[in-house]
């Protein structure tokens, strides 16, 4: 099992490190942060700008304290915040070759379940004991919910996609 789990952990949070860091800092071939809150504000997420940043903190930070296994959960919950956002910004479409959320919902999913059973022996946390104590996770899990409902809930409908007063939209 720990094996398992260190495979997930270093698979995925290197892999959202980097993806991250595509938006953060524009490497790896990414567009930096000036065009992610572009991007995010085309979305309608308002202020654009601190979405942006938190979205690539957590998923930067959450993906390097996932792969190391250290004070687990945050990790997990670090990517559970950034998928949820992909999420709702790949939404309705399904599967990622069409621009779907497929890839961010399979990222949440690895997240939950090793937030849930814990990073394993073969962690910084199975090393030197630093998990952070049980309850962690449902507690963070909730903190992650409200905070993306803010976020969502901060969101207003695109001009261009605002229906224009008087009509119906379709």
Same mark, same amino acid.
């Given at each position: 099992m720990d094996v398992a789990l260190l495979i997930l952990r270093l698979t995925v949070g290197l892999l959202l490190v980097g993806h991250g860091a595509q938006k953060l800092f524009g490497w790896f071939g990414g567009f930096g942060l000036k065009r992610t809150v572009e991007l995010l504000a085309s979305q309608g997420f308002r202020p654009a700008g601190?979405? +942006? &940043?938190?979205?690539?903190? =957590?998923?930067?930070?959450? %993906?390097?304290?996932? =792969?190391?296994?250290?004070?687990?959960?945050l990790g997990a919950l670090g990517i559970a915040a950034s998928m949820l956002t992909a999420i709702k910004i790949h939404w309705p479409k399904f599967w990622v070759t069409q621009g779907g959320f497929e890839y961010a919902? &399979?990222?949440? +999913?690895? *997240? *939950?379940?090793?937030?849930? +059973? %814990?990073? %394993?022996?073969?962690?910084?946390?199975?090393?030197?004991?630093t998990a952070?104590?049980?309850?962690?996770?449902?507690? %963070? +899990?909730?903190?992650?919910?409200?905070?993306?409902? =803010?976020?969502?809930?901060?969101?207003?409908?695109? =001009?261009?996609?605002?229906?224009?007063?008087g009509t119906i939209p379709d």
């Amino acid at each position: 099992m720990d094996v398992a789990l260190l495979i997930l952990r270093l698979t995925v949070g290197l892999l959202l490190v980097g993806h991250g860091a595509q938006k953060l800092f524009g490497w790896f071939g990414g567009f930096g942060l000036k065009r992610t809150v572009e991007l995010l504000a085309s979305q309608g997420f308002r202020p654009a700008g601190f979405w +942006a &940043v938190v979205g690539c903190v =957590a998923e930067v930070g959450g %993906g390097v304290l996932f =792969a190391l296994g250290l004070w687990s959960p945050l990790g997990a919950l670090g990517i559970a915040a950034s998928m949820l956002t992909a999420i709702k910004i790949h939404w309705p479409k399904f599967w990622v070759t069409q621009g779907g959320f497929e890839y961010a919902l &399979v990222n949440l +999913a690895v *997240a *939950a379940s090793v937030g849930i +059973a %814990g990073p %394993g022996g073969f962690s910084l946390d199975g090393v030197y004991g630093t998990a952070l104590p049980q309850g962690a996770f449902p507690a %963070g +899990a909730i903190l992650v919910l409200l905070g993306w409902l =803010a976020a969502v809930g901060s969101t207003r409908m695109p =001009a261009a996609q605002r229906p224009v007063q008087g009509t119906i939209p379709d």
